[in-house]
C-alpha cells in the first residue's frame, strides 16, 4: 500500500541532535509535497517543516527555525529532517506527511501520514 513511515526519534538531552528518516513505499516522494506536523500531549497538532515537490521551497515553524533542516534523497524516496539544538519543548510525536504538490499547513490536506515517531528531550 501506499504509505510513508517515519523513524529516527528517541531521547536527547537538551541541545543534541536527531534525524529524522520519512520513508515512501508505493509512491514517488520526489513528487509531493513532504511535511513534519508534532503533537505534544493534551495539545493540537502543530505544523513544524514542509519542502515542496521541487525541493526548491522549504517552510519552517518560527519555534524550529534556524535549528531544523528539512532535505530529500530521492535514491531512496526518503526526506530527512535534521533537528540540532533540541530543547525540552521539542518532546512531542513527530509525524511525516505528503501531498501534491505544494505545502500546506493543513492537516487534512495531507493525502499520506507515517505512524508517528516519538521525540523525547529532557535531561
Known amino acids: 500500500q501506499l504509505q510513508v513511515v517515519e523513524s529516527g526519534g528517541g531521547w536527547v538531552q537538551p541541545g543534541g541532535s536527531l534525524r529524522l528518516s520519512c520513508a515512501a513505499s508505493?509512491?514517488?516522494?520526489?513528487?509531493?509535497?513532504v511535511a513534519w506536523f508534532r503533537q505534544a500531549p493534551g495539545e493540537e497538532r502543530e505544523g513544524v517543516s514542509c519542502?515542496?515537490?521541487?525541493?526548491?521551497?522549504?517552510y519552517y515553524a518560527d519555534f524550529v527555525a534556524g535549528r531544523f533542516t528539512l532535505s530529500r534523497d530521492n535514491a531512496k524516496n526518503t526526506v530527512y529532517l535534521q533537528m540540532n539544538n533540541l530543547k525540552p519543548g521539542d518532546t512531542a510525536v513527530y509525524y511525516c506527511?505528503?501531498?501534491?504538490?505544494?505545502?500546506?499547513?493543513?492537516?487534512?490536506?495531507?493525502?499520506?501520514w507515517g505512524q508517528g515517531t516519538q521525540v523525547t528531550v529532557s535531561s
Open positions: 519542502l515542496d515537490s521541487t525541493n526548491s521551497n522549504s
Open positions: 508505493g509512491f514517488n516522494l520526489d513528487d509531493y509535497a
Open positions: 506527511a505528503a501531498r501534491r504538490w505544494d505545502c500546506s499547513g493543513y492537516v487534512h490536506e495531507y493525502d499520506y
